[in-house]
Every structure is written in C-alpha cells, then in structure tokens.
C-alpha cells in the first residue's frame, strides 16, 4: 500500500513563498514518476507540475518560472517550492504518484490547502 502525506500549506500574502512537501511511503518511490495537482473552488483539478524517476521536470504554463518540483530519493519525498505566489495560485494541492509504467496517477494524497491573499 502507498501512502502520501503533503504538508506545508498554508495562508500566505501574494509574492510570498511556500514549500510544499509529500512524504510516500514504500520501497519503490526512486521508480514512482510524482506529480503536484491543484484544485481551486468550481474548477477543475489541474496538473502543476511533474517529475519523472529519472528527474525530468514539466510545468504548466501558469507556473513555469515561479514553481519548482524536486524530489529526495533518499528521503521518499517530493517538494513543491512555490515563488511569487499570486491569489489565482489558491487552491488544495494534491501530490500524486504513478508507476512508470502507467500513464495514469494511481496514488494521492489528502491535499493542502494554499491561501494566497491580496
């Protein structure tokens, strides 16, 4: 069973920072490709940013240059480091992972709510 835990949300003013972290549980994250979502009120979830096994990263548009996914093998986490946060950034984000074989996320986690006020 896989389990991810985010934390490191929380109620910030725009242009602050936040790092977000998602500790997996098991043996086989090194081979797990993760991935952050965020789901703002009435939208749909939308994927933020990917990392594969081997580190190869990919941001949506709306993020690239502020945001930086990372990922600690060693330590079964991944990290979202959040720059110049804007009030459209607020939403609960979720971590994920994926097999590498698969193209679809079959593990999440709780999520974490991000507040970003103007």
């Known amino acids: 069973q896989v389990q991810l835990v985010e934390s490191g949300g929380g109620l910030v003013q725009t242009g602050d920072s936040l790092r977000l972290s998602c500790v997996v549980s098991?043996?086989?994250?090194?081979?797990?490709?993760m991935g952050w979502f965020r789901q703002a009120p009435g939208k749909e979830r939308e994927l933020v940013a990917a990392?594969?096994?081997?580190?190869?990263?990919s941001y949506a548009d709306s993020v690239r240059g502020r945001f930086t996914i990372s990922r600690d093998n060693a330590k079964n986490t991944v990290y979202l480091q959040m720059n110049s946060l804007k009030p459209e950034d607020t939403a609960v984000y979720y971590c994920?992972?994926?097999?590498?074989?698969?193209?679809?996320?079959?593990?999440w986690g709780q999520g974490t709510q991000v507040t970003v006020s103007s």
């Open positions: 990392i594969s096994a081997g580190g190869r990263t």
């Open positions: 098991g043996r086989t994250f090194s081979s797990y490709a």
């Open positions: 994920a992972a994926r097999s590498a074989i698969r193209a679809t996320y079959d593990y």
